[in-house]
């Protein structure tokens, strides 16, 4: 069972569009983490979300912390084909767990 | 950022024999690590949760005694799976933590274990 849903789970869209992934769970999490994977290798880091309502941008993605540090959302402006990846969030307290991943394609 | 080496990268066994995957962290000491188990195009799945010094804490469904952690040390943990099985192939991960509660973990590159 995941405690982290997220959703959608697969995503395919034009170039130069816009989408949001989100993290949702019941539980507080004393942080929360995105990260990008690409076949064969480890996750990499794209940000930590501590605060409740925190807002990080990281170019032209945007990652938001819910109020209640329950939730968190990803929303990438302008898609391009180099975003297409494995997008996981992983919720942070004494251990870390994943949700189930997105899996976004990118089309020129 | 924090370097986690994991070896090997990958590695093929035969059925029924054991394969040891190292986790090192290399320039920081890692108090907690953590094992992750992934299949083919889904997410990382928590095995077990290791601290230094003490035993692991297994999520449920996970075999203690077929997938052996030890954290000896503050920089380097163990994944031993032992009498494997074809079932057993998939892809292992770890990532280290230097703090508590919290705190940014770093993870490995991961291992492609295929049991034949």
């Known amino acids: 069972t995941q405690l982290l849903e997220q959703s959608p789970q697969f995503l395919s869209i034009q170039e130069g569009e816009n989408l949001t992934v989100y993290c949702n769970s019941s539980?507080?999490?004393?942080?929360l983490q995105w990260y990008r994977q690409e076949p064969g290798e480890g996750p990499v880091l794209l940000v930590t979300?501590?605060?409740?309502?925190e807002v990080k941008k990281l170019k032209r993605l945007t990652f938001q912390f819910g109020d209640a540090r329950k939730d968190s959302s990803l929303h990438i402006t302008a898609a391009q084909p180099g975003d297409t990846g494995l997008y996981l969030c992983?919720?942070?307290?004494?251990?870390?767990?994943f949700g189930a991943g997105t899996r976004l394609t990118v089309k020129p | 950022g924090a370097v986690v080496s994991q070896h090997p990268s990958r590695v093929i066994c035969k059925s029924g024999t054991s394969v040891k995957i190292e986790c090192r962290s290399l320039?920081?000491?890692?108090?907690?690590m953590f094992w992750y188990r992934q299949f083919p195009k889904k997410s990382l799945m928590l095995m077990a949760t290791?601290?230094?010094?003490?035993?692991?804490?297994?999520e449920q469904g996970v075999e203690k005694d077929k997938f052996l952690i030890n954290h000896a040390s503050l920089t380097l943990s163990t994944l031993t799976v032992t009498s494997a099985h074809p079932e057993d192939s998939s892809f292992y991960i770890c990532?280290?933590?230097?703090?508590?509660?919290?705190?940014?973990?770093?993870f490995g590159q991961g291992t492609r274990l295929t049991v034949v």
């Open positions: 990532s280290a933590r230097d703090g508590g509660y919290g705190t940014e973990a770093f």
């Open positions: 539980s507080v999490f004393s942080s």
């Open positions: 979300v501590v605060t409740g309502g």
């Open positions: 992983a919720g942070v307290n004494n251990d870390m767990r």
């Open positions: 320039d920081f000491q890692a108090t907690t």
């Open positions: 290791s601290n230094e010094g003490s035993k692991a804490t297994y």
